[in-house]
Protein backbone atom coordinates (compact mmCIF):
# COMPACT_ATOMS: atom_id res chain seq x y z
CA UNK A 1 0.00 0.00 0.00
CA UNK A 2 1.47 3.42 -1.10
CA UNK A 3 1.17 5.86 1.62
CA UNK A 4 2.92 8.34 -0.25
CA UNK A 5 1.83 8.87 -4.15
CA UNK A 6 3.71 11.02 -6.95
CA UNK A 7 1.53 9.81 -9.43
CA UNK A 8 3.09 12.43 -11.94
CA UNK A 9 6.53 10.23 -13.05
CA UNK A 10 7.94 13.33 -15.30
CA UNK A 11 6.62 16.84 -16.04
CA UNK A 12 8.42 19.48 -18.59
CA UNK A 13 7.92 23.06 -17.77
CA UNK A 14 9.73 26.15 -20.28
CA UNK A 15 12.41 28.13 -18.06
CA UNK A 16 11.15 31.38 -16.20
CA UNK A 17 7.65 29.63 -15.73
CA UNK A 18 6.26 27.81 -12.52
CA UNK A 19 6.28 24.21 -12.01
CA UNK A 20 4.24 22.63 -10.09
CA UNK A 21 5.06 18.91 -8.13
CA UNK A 22 1.93 16.97 -6.65
CA UNK A 23 2.22 14.37 -3.81
CA UNK A 24 -0.72 12.80 -1.91
CA UNK A 25 -0.76 10.78 1.27
CA UNK A 26 -2.85 8.15 2.96
CA UNK A 27 -1.85 8.56 6.45
CA UNK A 28 -3.75 11.39 8.26
CA UNK A 29 -0.95 10.70 11.38
CA UNK A 30 1.54 12.10 9.48
CA UNK A 31 2.27 15.38 10.34
CA UNK A 32 5.39 16.46 8.73
CA UNK A 33 6.15 16.74 4.94
CA UNK A 34 9.61 17.41 3.31
CA UNK A 35 10.51 17.70 -0.44
CA UNK A 36 14.00 16.33 -1.15
CA UNK A 37 15.92 17.28 -4.81
CA UNK A 38 17.92 14.42 -6.74
CA UNK A 39 20.40 14.71 -9.21
CA UNK A 40 21.73 11.41 -11.10
CA UNK A 41 24.47 9.58 -9.22
CA UNK A 42 23.79 11.77 -5.69
CA UNK A 43 21.92 11.04 -2.83
CA UNK A 44 18.69 13.31 -2.37
CA UNK A 45 19.27 16.84 -0.82
CA UNK A 46 16.46 18.47 0.99
CA UNK A 47 14.84 21.11 -0.62
CA UNK A 48 12.11 22.29 2.05
CA UNK A 49 9.69 21.13 4.37
CA UNK A 50 6.10 21.80 6.34
CA UNK A 51 4.94 21.28 9.52
CA UNK A 52 1.28 20.39 9.65
CA UNK A 53 0.36 22.78 11.54
CA UNK A 54 1.39 25.29 8.73
CA UNK A 55 -0.39 25.25 4.80
CA UNK A 56 2.16 27.06 3.71
CA UNK A 57 5.86 27.64 3.36
CA UNK A 58 8.27 29.56 1.59
CA UNK A 59 12.01 29.32 0.65
CA UNK A 60 13.50 31.72 -2.16
CA UNK A 61 11.63 30.67 -5.44
CA UNK A 62 10.40 27.33 -3.40
CA UNK A 63 7.00 27.29 -1.72
CA UNK A 64 5.12 23.91 -0.59
CA UNK A 65 1.32 23.87 -0.08
CA UNK A 66 0.00 21.57 2.45
CA UNK A 67 -4.07 20.81 2.64
CA UNK A 68 -4.63 18.28 5.31
CA UNK A 69 -8.29 17.84 4.50
CA UNK A 70 -7.37 16.95 1.02
CA UNK A 71 -3.79 14.85 2.32
CA UNK A 72 -2.39 16.57 -0.73
CA UNK A 73 1.17 19.16 -0.81
CA UNK A 74 2.38 20.90 -3.89
CA UNK A 75 6.03 21.92 -4.32
CA UNK A 76 6.00 25.19 -6.27
CA UNK A 77 9.01 26.48 -7.95
CA UNK A 78 9.02 30.27 -9.52
CA UNK A 79 10.40 30.70 -11.61
CA UNK A 80 11.69 27.41 -13.06
CA UNK A 81 15.24 27.23 -14.08
CA UNK A 82 17.11 24.42 -16.08
CA UNK A 83 19.31 23.67 -13.14
CA UNK A 84 16.08 22.68 -11.50
CA UNK A 85 15.91 19.72 -13.51
CA UNK A 86 16.03 17.06 -11.49
CA UNK A 87 13.68 14.18 -9.62
CA UNK A 88 11.64 15.33 -7.28
CA UNK A 89 11.02 13.34 -3.86
CA UNK A 90 8.00 14.16 -1.50
CA UNK A 91 8.69 12.24 1.81
CA UNK A 92 6.12 12.20 5.12
CA UNK A 93 6.65 11.33 8.88
CA UNK A 94 4.98 10.64 11.67
CA UNK A 95 6.56 12.68 14.10
CA UNK A 96 5.69 9.29 16.82
CA UNK A 97 8.08 7.25 14.57
CA UNK A 98 10.88 7.30 13.15
CA UNK A 99 9.55 6.45 9.41
CA UNK A 100 9.79 8.58 6.94
CA UNK A 101 7.82 7.58 4.05
CA UNK A 102 9.14 8.42 -0.01
CA UNK A 103 7.12 8.26 -3.24
CA UNK A 104 8.27 7.78 -6.03
CA UNK A 105 9.52 10.84 -7.49
CA UNK A 106 8.46 12.98 -10.35
CA UNK A 107 11.38 13.94 -13.09
CA UNK A 108 11.43 17.38 -13.56
CA UNK A 109 12.74 18.93 -17.18
CA UNK A 110 13.18 22.79 -17.16
CA UNK A 111 13.38 23.38 -20.69
CA UNK A 112 16.10 26.68 -22.16
CA UNK B 1 32.36 15.38 9.19
CA UNK B 2 30.68 17.48 6.24
CA UNK B 3 28.23 14.72 5.39
CA UNK B 4 27.01 11.41 5.37
CA UNK B 5 29.75 9.71 3.30
CA UNK B 6 28.72 6.12 1.78
CA UNK B 7 31.42 3.71 0.65
CA UNK B 8 31.92 2.11 -2.03
CA UNK B 9 29.96 4.22 -4.20
CA UNK B 10 29.74 1.20 -6.90
CA UNK B 11 29.71 -2.26 -6.19
CA UNK B 12 29.54 -5.37 -9.00
CA UNK B 13 29.18 -8.72 -7.45
CA UNK B 14 28.44 -12.42 -8.56
CA UNK B 15 25.01 -14.09 -7.44
CA UNK B 16 25.76 -15.65 -3.82
CA UNK B 17 28.58 -13.80 -2.58
CA UNK B 18 27.90 -11.56 0.26
CA UNK B 19 29.15 -7.64 0.36
CA UNK B 20 29.36 -5.36 2.80
CA UNK B 21 27.71 -1.49 2.46
CA UNK B 22 29.26 1.63 5.37
CA UNK B 23 27.77 4.62 5.99
CA UNK B 24 29.43 7.11 8.09
CA UNK B 25 27.01 9.47 9.23
CA UNK B 26 27.18 13.36 9.91
CA UNK B 27 29.06 13.66 13.77
CA UNK B 28 27.63 13.80 16.37
CA UNK B 29 24.19 12.58 14.38
CA UNK B 30 22.07 10.25 16.83
CA UNK B 31 20.12 8.33 14.38
CA UNK B 32 20.64 6.76 11.03
CA UNK B 33 18.38 5.07 8.30
CA UNK B 34 19.38 2.88 5.34
CA UNK B 35 17.15 2.88 2.10
CA UNK B 36 16.83 0.60 -1.05
CA UNK B 37 16.09 2.52 -4.45
CA UNK B 38 15.32 -0.21 -6.93
CA UNK B 39 15.43 0.69 -10.40
CA UNK B 40 11.87 3.24 -10.98
CA UNK B 41 10.44 3.19 -7.78
CA UNK B 42 10.93 5.40 -4.63
CA UNK B 43 13.04 5.12 -1.70
CA UNK B 44 11.90 1.87 0.26
CA UNK B 45 12.85 1.79 4.18
CA UNK B 46 15.06 -0.67 5.56
CA UNK B 47 16.33 -0.19 8.95
CA UNK B 48 16.39 2.73 11.41
CA UNK B 49 19.01 2.92 14.29
CA UNK B 50 18.67 5.12 17.19
CA UNK B 51 22.56 5.20 18.83
CA UNK B 52 23.61 1.47 18.29
CA UNK B 53 20.00 0.17 18.62
CA UNK B 54 17.75 -1.08 15.60
CA UNK B 55 14.79 -0.43 17.56
CA UNK B 56 12.67 -2.01 14.67
CA UNK B 57 14.30 -4.25 11.53
CA UNK B 58 11.11 -5.59 9.97
CA UNK B 59 11.95 -3.50 6.77
CA UNK B 60 14.58 -5.32 6.12
CA UNK B 61 13.84 -7.52 2.75
CA UNK B 62 15.01 -11.21 4.20
CA UNK B 63 17.16 -12.69 6.76
CA UNK B 64 19.93 -12.43 4.33
CA UNK B 65 20.36 -8.93 5.21
CA UNK B 66 21.34 -7.32 8.49
CA UNK B 67 23.04 -3.74 9.58
CA UNK B 68 25.18 -2.78 12.68
CA UNK B 69 25.83 0.32 14.01
CA UNK B 70 29.03 0.46 16.04
CA UNK B 71 29.99 3.64 18.51
CA UNK B 72 26.87 5.23 17.79
CA UNK B 73 28.49 6.41 14.43
CA UNK B 74 29.44 3.91 11.67
CA UNK B 75 27.04 1.73 10.09
CA UNK B 76 27.48 -1.66 7.67
CA UNK B 77 24.71 -3.05 6.07
CA UNK B 78 25.44 -6.88 5.01
CA UNK B 79 23.48 -8.53 2.43
CA UNK B 80 24.49 -12.56 2.12
CA UNK B 81 24.63 -14.84 -0.97
CA UNK B 82 23.06 -11.94 -3.08
CA UNK B 83 20.36 -12.10 -5.55
CA UNK B 84 19.71 -10.11 -9.01
CA UNK B 85 16.57 -8.45 -7.53
CA UNK B 86 19.45 -7.06 -4.55
CA UNK B 87 20.48 -5.15 -7.02
CA UNK B 88 19.45 -1.42 -6.27
CA UNK B 89 20.98 1.96 -5.19
CA UNK B 90 21.30 1.70 -1.00
CA UNK B 91 20.80 4.79 0.42
CA UNK B 92 21.80 5.73 4.05
CA UNK B 93 20.86 9.06 5.39
CA UNK B 94 21.24 10.72 9.21
CA UNK B 95 19.18 13.02 11.71
CA UNK B 96 20.70 14.69 14.50
CA UNK B 97 18.22 13.86 17.54
CA UNK B 98 15.90 10.99 15.38
CA UNK B 99 12.83 9.54 16.52
CA UNK B 100 9.94 12.35 18.15
CA UNK B 101 11.54 15.08 16.06
CA UNK B 102 10.75 16.87 12.75
CA UNK B 103 14.01 16.55 10.90
CA UNK B 104 15.82 16.69 8.22
CA UNK B 105 17.31 13.54 6.95
CA UNK B 106 20.35 14.21 5.29
CA UNK B 107 21.82 11.62 2.52
CA UNK B 108 24.59 10.00 1.28
CA UNK B 109 25.38 9.68 -2.22
CA UNK B 110 24.59 6.02 -1.78
CA UNK B 111 26.33 2.53 -3.59
CA UNK B 112 25.18 1.14 -6.44
CA UNK B 113 25.24 -2.63 -6.23
CA UNK B 114 25.00 -4.49 -9.82
CA UNK B 115 24.19 -8.38 -8.74
CA UNK B 116 25.24 -10.91 -11.89
Known amino acids: DQQVKQNSPSLSVQEGRISILNCDYT??????FLWYKKYPAEGPTFLISISSIKDKNEDGRFTVFLNKSAKHLSLHIVPSQPGDSAVYFC???????????FGTGTRLKVLA | GAGVSQSPSNKVTEKGKDVELRCDPI?????LYWYRQSLGQGLEFLIY????????KSGLPSDRFSAERTGGSVSTLTIQRTQQEDSAVYLC??????????????FGPGTRLLVL
Open chain 2, 93 to 106: ASTLRGQKFQETQY
Open chain 2, 27 to 31: SGHTA
Open chain 1, 27 to 32: NSMFDY
Open chain 1, 91 to 101: AASDTGTYKYI
Open chain 2, 49 to 56: FQGNSAPD
